[in-house]
């Protein structure tokens, strides 16, 4: 994609949505596709909501179509208080660094341009539907804007986290409408039109078609986080329990394919083959689709990001002892790791930071390179099968640590292609246990400690850990139980900027990155890009910042 030096990235970006979908799948397509002869019909919209669902998946994917590379969703994952970069590349050269947090930084600029196409991705369906030409009935056509009214609120709650105040776009970028006199609206403004959006989503969302889409359930459940962060308690209790009252239950008991193997209720939703609902998993929310060799299938990065590198193993200065299988996992590069807070955080009985769980381990699998020496747990020699176990506990995190352990969530490996880049698993999105804990959160806020600690109880349940009481419950605990039940799934960040705890908890955790974090931090800064394309208005760049007033 082509970056032009003289225009908001809202605008010129922000191309139409049909370029960056994958998922359009037209037998005999016209020679041109535009919004003026897409946008005529039903079934025309329905392709432009695939191209939200493709832009959606970019999340987990690359920076940038066509290749593996930077992980798009590592600012709001890494560099926070249980999540480091174990490899000094991408964004974590920031995430490790705060010092690289400047304008120009080349990652949050991408973030930047990818939530701004996916706005007015949306904002294009949601002008478009109003061609009263367009012979649909009430219900098809707020169907089809529930979901890209949906898409837009959750692009926004991205981008306020990410940098406060915003511009709000709420209609189509054209040729004909170009800006280059934006404004940052202020957060609470941006807030209520994401309420409005959610709102209008909850009440219209269809009957999801298929196991990727969305349903109202979504929408009620980022209306009680949106709530938490605006301060509303009660409405976000209400919107927590709202999804308690919809067909999802937490997975309490062994299912799905590899249900006779060795596992536990929490892990086993995270299994190639058991993410979906149709496949069993009561507790799934979204469930973010990939499909292999198939066009628009999409595809992921997260096994390469999480998994730690088995290549890079050596057990008695043997190399190559370990190599890349579906066993263990698939090819992986450990560009981002737990701090040692995070790994510290289980009780011995917790299924959440067990075997299962976490990759504290190798295994010995490759029998032409069996290492020269002594198995220490043994005390006989290194054979195949042996486990390699990672001595992690005394020492802190720290970069380029092939022997640190990584989370087992995202195991995946192409049988194919085991050791390719690309993964193409299903994967758990949002699932009603990050409710649960929303809910809990609001209880407490409310001050009703006690039905806190039962909600926070239903996980600590299924998981096997100690219950707690209602003396125990604070809003660390909330952010510790949070990091144990959905480490490398939530967005920390936000998470942490929400509850203002994002720079006290990053500097007191994260050893790595946390001594260079300050006050302006808080915040990402708006691509200087961004600024300088705004020509004809001063735009105000966050505070702390070069250029900020």
């Not at 832009?55 to 290749?67: A, D, K, P």
């Not at 030409?133 to 009430?138: A, N, Q």
């Not at 067909?247 to 060795?262: Q, V």
């Not at 195949?384 to 195991?411: C, H, I």
Request: glycine share 8%.
């Amino acid at each position: 994609m082509k970056y032009l030096k003289y225009s908001l990235m809202i605008s010129l970006f922000a191309s139409l949505f049909l370029a960056c979908s994958e998922d359009v799948l037209i037998e005999t397509p016209p020679h041109t596709i535009a919004a003026d002869n897409l946008y005529v019909d039903l079934a025309g919209f329905e392709y432009g909501l695939n191209g939200l669902y493709a832009q959606f998946r970019r999340e987990r994917g690359g920076e940038t179509f066509g290749g593996p590379n930077d992980l798009m969703i590592d600012p709001a994952v890494a560099g926070v208080d249980n999540c480091y970069g174990n490899h000094d590349n991408g964004w974590n050269l920031v995430g490790n660094d705060f010092s690289r947090n400047v304008p120009s930084e080349t990652h949050n600029r991408n973030f930047f341009e990818w939530i701004y196409q996916t706005i007015n991705s949306a904002n294009t369906i949601i002008d478009r539907a109003e061609n009263p030409d367009i012979e649909w009935s009430d219900a098809e056509k707020n169907g089809v804007l529930a979901e890209a009214r949906l898409f837009r609120a959750w692009a926004y709650r991205h981008a306020t986290y990410m940098w406060g105040d915003v511009p709000l776009a709420l209609h189509e970028s054209t040729g004909t409408n170009i800006k280059t006199d934006w404004v940052r609206s202020p957060i609470e403004e941006v807030r209520v039109q994401m309420e409005e959006d959610l709102l209008f989503a909850e009440e219209h969302m269809r009957t999801p078609s298929n196991d990727g889409k969305v349903s109202k359930y979504v929408a009620s459940h980022y209306l009680a986080e949106l709530y938490l962060a605006m301060g509303e308690n009660e409405k976000a209790r209400d919107k927590a329990l709202a999804v308690m009252a919809g067909p999802y239950s937490l997975i309490t008991s062994r299912y799905g394919k590899t249900a006779n193997e060795g596992g536990t209720p929490f892990t086993d939703m995270f299994i190639h083959g058991n993410s979906n609902p149709s496949e069993g998993n009561t507790e799934a929310l979204w469930v973010m689709q990939h499909e292999v060799d198939v066009n628009g299938g999409g595809d992921n990065i997260m096994r390469r990001w999480h998994r730690n590198s088995a290549e890079g193993v050596r057990v008695d200065g043997t190399s190559g002892a370990i190599k890349v299988d579906i066993e263990n996992g698939g090819r992986g590069l450990g560009r981002v790791g737990p701090t040692r807070y995070a790994l510290e955080l289980y009780g011995p009985t917790d299924d959440r930071g067990g075997y299962y769980a976490w990759r504290s381990y190798e295994i010995l699998n490759n029998p032409n390179v069996i290492p020269v020496g002594t198995n220490p747990d043994t005390g006989e020699a290194w054979a195949l099968g042996d486990t390699v176990k990672f001595d992690w506990q005394g020492q802190n995190e720290k970069t380029e640590n092939a022997y640190w352990p990584s989370t087992r969530k995202w195991d995946y490996a192409n049988p194919l292609d085991t050791a390719g880049s690309r993964s193409y698993n299903d994967q758990v999105y949002l699932r009603l246990a990050e409710t649960k804990l929303i809910l809990a959160e609001a209880q407490f806020l409310l001050g009703d400690a006690p039905a806190a600690a039962a909600t926070i109880n239903e996980l600590r349940n299924r998981a096997n850990a100690t219950p707690i009481t209602a003396g125990d419950v604070s809003l660390d605990f909330i952010l510790d139980e949070r990091s144990r039940e959905l480490y490398s799934e939530e967005h920390r960040r936000y998470t942490l900027v929400r509850m203002d705890k994002w720079m006290d908890r990053t500097i007191q955790y994260n050893l790595v990155g946390g001594p260079t974090v300050t006050e302006k931090d808080k915040l990402l800064p708006i691509p200087q890009s961004v600024i300088d394309a705004n020509l004809t208005l001063p735009m105000a760049q966050n505070p702390g910042y070069s250029g900020a007033e």
